[in-house]
Nanobody, 112 residues
Framework: QVQLVESGGGLVQPGGSLRLSCAASGFTFSSYTMNWYRRAPGKERELVAA????????NYADSVKGRFTISRDNAKNSVYLQMNSLKPEDTAVYYCNRFNFWGQGTQVTVSS
């Protein structure tokens, strides 16, 4: 069965960095676009970044452009989200997604 397992969240000060990882299994990872979403307290779920199956195309929410980078390693069945210059408004649970499958999420808290 499809499994997506996120890791790498935590508490970081404003301006800091974190790298999220998502380990995928149960499907042909290299065939699918992968996404990172987030849900902040009291807000709707938001698409943060997407990467095509080969990694040749990426898209970002305006709120994270220039600060976040999505990447993937198809040999390791993994997708990553490098988050730099973090802001308090980036605080959310971050989810790895493939179409209608979701990971359990990893909490990112940006606070001094």
């Amino acid at each position: 069965q499809v499994q997506l397992v996120e890791s790498g969240g935590g508490l970081v000060q404003p301006g800091g960095s974190l790298r999220l990882s998502c380990a995928a299994s149960g499907f042909t990872f290299s065939s699918y676009t992968m996404n990172w979403y987030r849900r902040a307290p009291g807000k709707e779920r938001e698409l943060v970044a997407a990467i095509s199956s080969t990694g040749s195309q990426t898209n970002y929410a305006d709120s994270v452009k220039g600060r976040f980078t999505i990447s993937r390693d198809n040999a390791k069945n993994s997708v990553y989200l490098q988050m730099n210059s973090l802001k308090p408004e980036d605080t959310a649970v971050y989810y790895c997604n493939r179409f209608n499958f979701w990971g359990q999420g990893t909490q990112v808290t940006v606070s001094s």
